[in-house]
């Protein structure tokens, strides 16, 4: 969907959100409960200014935990969106 560099990315996301995962990544995604409000994935994916907008879209109901620069590029997106409203 998104073009960029593919690379093992996991995600954490909140309950509600099973069914857009389902919907963005398919029947076949590998979901793995963490507790009773979470679930994480782990997929290959497309690292792209589009795709880092489909994860702030769900606002802190989405927690990139890995590849560390994808986590970093979200920060920085997070703390400028941050000033914006400062």
């Known amino acids: 969907m998104y ?3 593919v690379e093992y990315v996991e995600i954490l996301f909140d309950n ?11 029947k076949d995604v590998s979901i793995r ?4 409000r979470t679930f994480s994935i782990k ?3 497309a690292i792209s200014e589009g795709f880092i907008r489909w994860l702030l879209m ?3 109901d989405a927690k990139v935990i890995s590849p560390q620069h994808l986590v970093e590029k979200i920060k920085a997106e997070a703390e400028k ?3 914006l409203y400062s």
Request: glycine share 12%; net charge neutral; hydrophobic share 40%.
């Open 3 to 5: 073009p960029g560099n």
């Open 16 to 26: 509600h959100l099973v069914n857009v995962v389902i919907d963005r990544f398919g």
């Open 33 to 36: 409960s963490v507790d009773d």
């Open 43 to 45: 997929i290959k994916a």
């Open 58 to 60: 769900w606002g802190s």
């Open 81 to 83: 969106m941050n000033k």
